[in-house]
């Protein structure tokens, strides 16, 4: 086992833990981004076995995406789940929380390969100015698979510290073959500069890179082959749907530049200015930078972009930001209250990026709100709009529905028509769709969205600006509550 990889967190390793936590807490529901794995987690745990029931046999999606991710998540949140009989909500939280473990952990094992190199102050520096980013730091728990690439690139980028090169070929297998594969683009590099300072001869990784590929692909592919019911490899499609036919491009697209003015400043804040010194400062640091930022300047290529994308270069831009901090912190009393402001300047982005995220899943209270209408012994009917099934709902949302016992029957079909919605019972629709029930239905509660930031004069000067998202519905037709513990 490397000597990096260690089963302990330090103590400021579990103050970042529990802000990964923390966040989880005040946001815990999902986007579509999320769904599938989120669904997966889900049907792995409640349905185990019973492949029919599974999400993404009605729901499948524009490309398919590997259970790996999902299974390494729904193994220990299961067996806790079924311990205590936790409730699905419960549950939801319990496999976030191992991701955020996962990634922190990986985090910690990064660090500990950065502080062999630049120091104990400089590896320090780097788990409190990774701590004041929000995005890093909500990320780590969401299930997306850039999450679960983060976690591959964290292992791989501390193997190629440390020169671990097996170690290296089985994590940066498992990031790029399985879970995304444009971190090729920033894992290659990270090879290319062992190879041009001859560090690194490229016959000893051709033979033992293939095989640990063709074991990576046999095992993975089978287990998704088996649960898609298809052959596949579901990285190699999701390459082929986004990159060669451009199809991403559909969900919208930005300026080239798009990553250095707007997606790096926010997910680094002053980092990114210290992070220039910190190149300019120090050699080593400039090649450790180098990779990151060959990765930014290539996937800047693509048109669709999203700042998730780029992520992974954070943590290695962080420790150029972290080496250029390091001596600041130590020459004195005035240059810690310097690094102090930097620190509450931070914190306060943090504090206005979490608002809006904290406000952007209303479909999740929607559907919490939504069970409160009846009693789950009652048939039910429940139609899920496409704006709340994108921005909160999820399967473990649903109360009032298990494998064997189905008086609740949720639907997220899209292409229904008004008529078929209003023999729903309850309905969670977006304000435009409102008036096509208004004879059928009455309006129970709204619940609204971010819709950016207004500044003011008086404390706290700027405030979270919301917008009416979703409607919650419920007929005006009456029912009668069948209690089935005396049937």
């Given at each position: 086992m490397s000597d990096v990889i260690k089963f302990k967190l330090r103590k400021d390793e579990l103050v970042m833990l529990a802000l990964v936590y923390f966040y989880l807490m005040l946001c815990p529901f999902n986007k579509v981004e999320e769904s599938f794995n989120t669904q997966a987690i889900h049907d792995m745990i409640y349905n185990t076995k019973y492949?029919?029931?599974?999400?993404?046999?009605?729901?499948?999606?524009?490309?398919?995406?590997?259970?790996?991710?999902?299974?390494?998540?729904?193994?220990?949140?299961?067996?806790?789940?079924?311990?205590?009989?936790?409730?699905?909500?419960?549950?939801?939280?319990?496999?976030?929380?191992?991701?955020?473990?996962?990634?922190?952990?990986?985090?910690?094992?990064?660090?500990?390969?950065?502080?062999k190199v630049f120091g104990s102050p400089t590896a320090n520096c780097l788990v409190w100015i990774t701590c004041s980013q929000f995005h890093f730091m909500f990320y780590a728990s969401r299930t997306l698979p850039n999450t679960f690439g983060m976690c591959c690139l964290l292992l791989s980028t501390a193997y190629w510290i440390n020169k671990e090169w097996e170690s290296f070929l089985w994590c940066s297998g498992f990031g790029v073959l399985i879970f995304r594969?444009?971190?090729?683009?920033?894992?290659?590099?990270?090879?290319?500069?062992?190879?041009?300072?001859?560090?690194?001869?490229?016959?000893?990784?051709?033979?033992?890179?293939?095989?640990?590929?063709?074991?990576?692909?046999?095992?993975?592919?089978?287990?998704?082959?088996?649960?898609?019911?298809?052959?596949v490899w579901p990285e190699a499609v999701v390459l082929y749907y986004n990159t060669w036919l451009n199809k991403s491009s559909d969900w919208g697209t930005l300026p080239l530049l798009w990553y250095f003015y707007s997606a790096l400043p926010r997910a680094m804040l002053l980092a990114l200015p210290l992070a220039v010194v910190g190149c300019l400062k120090d050699r080593r640091v400039l090649n450790f930078a180098t990779p990151a930022l060959i990765f930014v300047v290539l996937y800047s290529l693509l048109p669709h972009k999203e700042l998730r994308f780029v992520l992974y270069a954070v943590p290695l831009l962080n420790v150029a930001a972290a080496h250029a901090l390091s001596p600041i912190w130590n020459k004195g009393y005035l240059s810690k209250l310097v690094v102090l402001a930097g620190f509450s300047a931070h914190l306060l982005c943090c504090g206005l990026f979490l608002s809006a995220s904290y406000h952007n899943y209303p479909g999740g209270p929607a559907f919490q709100a939504l069970h409160e209408q009846a009693p789950c012994s009652q048939n039910t009917t429940v139609y899920i709009g496409n704006y709340a099934a994108q921005n909160g709902v999820s399967r473990f949302g649903e109360r009032c529905e298990s494998l064997f016992d189905r008086r609740w029957n949720y639907v997220k079909t899209e292409d229904l028509s008004v008529?078929?919605?209003?023999?729903?019972?309850?309905?969670?629709?977006?304000?435009?769709?409102?008036?096509?029930?208004?004879?059928?239905?009455?309006?129970?509660?709204?619940?609204?969205?971010?819709?950016?930031?207004?500044?003011?004069?008086?404390?706290?000067?700027?405030?979270?600006?919301?917008?009416?998202?979703?409607?919650?519905?419920?007929?005006?037709?009456?029912?009668?509550?069948?209690?089935?513990?005396?049937?």
């Open positions: 492949l029919y029931y599974y999400d993404h046999i009605s729901f499948p999606g524009s490309v398919p995406r590997t259970f790996m991710g999902a299974l390494a998540v729904a193994l220990p949140t299961g067996t806790i789940a079924y311990l205590t009989q936790c409730s699905k909500a419960i549950t939801y939280s319990l496999a976030r929380m191992v991701l955020g473990l996962y990634v922190v952990w990986s985090f910690s094992t990064f660090r500990r390969a950065v502080k594969s444009e971190l090729v683009i920033l894992l290659g590099p990270m090879l290319l500069l062992e190879l041009l300072s001859r560090k690194l001869n490229l016959h000893e990784l051709i033979t033992p890179g293939l095989q640990t590929a063709g074991i990576i692909l046999l095992g993975c592919c089978s287990i998704d082959t088996y649960l898609w019911r298809y052959t008529e078929t919605i209003k023999n729903f019972d309850l309905l969670l629709v977006e304000p435009k769709e409102v008036h096509h029930f208004r004879k059928t239905h009455s309006v129970v509660e709204k619940f609204h969205a971010y819709a950016g930031l207004k500044f003011s004069k008086e404390p706290p000067f700027v405030l979270t600006k919301k917008k009416e998202a979703v409607y919650l519905l419920k007929t005006k037709k009456t029912k009668k509550t069948v209690d089935v513990r005396n049937s």
